[in-house]
């Protein structure tokens, strides 16, 4: 079976200019409009669609603008499922990871998976079975005495994993805004908490009702791996930090 043909940035703005010469045939906008938008003449605009001359980047991103295209939707599902699979399969890989804004603690609102700080590429085993893996600063937590150094947590997003109430492993849970890290399991119509040691009434009750409503509403992620700062050194090959 013949490889395919690499995908080159010369192969993504052939892909373009089709695109915008496609919408142009089927009447959705004009060569003039279409040359407003890249701030182009319209002579320069039909000679760059029809391949003889060439366009600027600042013009093909304002091309992609018009057009209210990205930049993945010119390339092919099989290409993309193939470099996946590609960096996935090479050694000593690095993986970025998502470290969100906000921190996970019962006084602290519990953090968007949409707002991401920043990225962090980080080369670790571990993360090679996780789905949709994100990092979270942690705040204190007077009731989790397990993990008091703990300053971030790897947690998993995925719904089966979020799905696995055993009592044996550790859940980001969302309470009434807050964040805690709880072992949980199923309980007589909602949760059983564990992993709590309260002096008096628990910021967390013992029992969450979930008045029919589902799980994944309060369990919002696995928790994998606690421990220090990820972008000091990488924790998941040396002792700063635990796996859960």
């Known amino acids: 079976m013949l490889s395919p043909p690499p995908l080159t940035f010369e192969v993504l703005l052939s892909r373009l200019m089709g695109f915008a010469s496609e919408r142009i045939r089927n009447g959705d906008m004009t060569e003039r409009a279409m040359a407003r938008l890249v701030d182009l003449s319209q002579p320069h605009l039909h000679n760059v669609l029809k391949g003889k001359k060439g ?3 600042a013009a093909a991103d304002g091309m992609l603008q018009g057009l209210a ?18 960096i996935r399969g090479r050694p000593q890989a690095r993986r970025h990871l998502p470290l969100l804004e906000g921190r996970l603690g019962p006084f602290d609102a519990f953090p968007d998976w949409r707002c991401v700080r920043e990225w962090l590429a980080l080369q670790a085993r571990i993360l090679e079975k996780c789905y949709k893996p994100a990092l979270i600063e942690c705040a204190p937590d007077p009731e989790n005495l397990q993990f008091p150094a703990a300053a971030y947590a790897l947690v998993e997003q995925e719904e089966s994993a979020r799905l696995m109430l055993s009592g044996e492993h550790w859940f980001a849970i969302r309470w009434r805004g807050a964040g805690f890290v709880r072992q949980v399991r ?12 309260p002096v008096g009434e628990p910021l967390l009750p013992r029992h969450i009702d979930l008045n029919g409503g589902s799980v994944l509403q309060v369990v919002r992620a696995r928790v994998l791996w606690m421990g220090h700062d990820p972008r000091l050194a990488d924790p998941f090959d040396g002792p700063a930090g635990v796996y859960l």
């Open 186 to 197: 199923w309980d007589d119509g909602g949760l059983h908490v564990l992993g709590q040691t």
């Open 55 to 57: 366009i600027t980047l």
């Open 69 to 86: 295209l990205s930049l993945l939707e010119l390339v092919e599902a099989e290409e993309l499922g193939q470099a996946l699979l590609d």
